[in-house]
């Protein structure tokens, strides 16, 4: 069990991310612990709502694409380690949703990026979702 919360762990940070302004990322975790609690709350269309509007973008080609199914990949990990599965696995299908564009090659993000949000939805679809062939297909 805690070789899976150090994998959902590693594969939420994505490399550009650490070239990001610090600033932006504690805003990004801000508005995270909002749309968790929302999430919490029963409003998970209140929670998208609340990161579309808030979410400052990744650097990086196609950033403003990318920061949301990014930070629902996080949330859900975040569910998943506090043991909120039911959240979790919601959070994971919304990561996968707002991916869609993205895995699909309509953004402007890179294929490497591409790569680290496939690699990320993977673990999710293997240890939140519990669809091992969707994960192996990532």
Known sequence: MKATVFLLTLFSLPIPLLS?????????????????????AGSPANALSHLRQN????????????????NLIEIAGDFYNRRELRLAREAALQAQQAAEPVLAGR??????????????LGVLYESVLFDLTTALAC
């Open 55 to 70: 979410l400052r973008p990744e650097p990086g080609a196609g950033g403003d694409q990318t920061a949301l199914p990014q």
């Open 107 to 120: 953004s402007a993000a890179t294929t490497s990026r591409r790569a680290q949000l496939y690699a990320s």
């Open 20 to 40: 990001a302004p610090a600033d932006d990322l504690r805003h990004n975790q801000r508005t995270r612990r909002v749309a968790m609690d929302q999430f919490r």
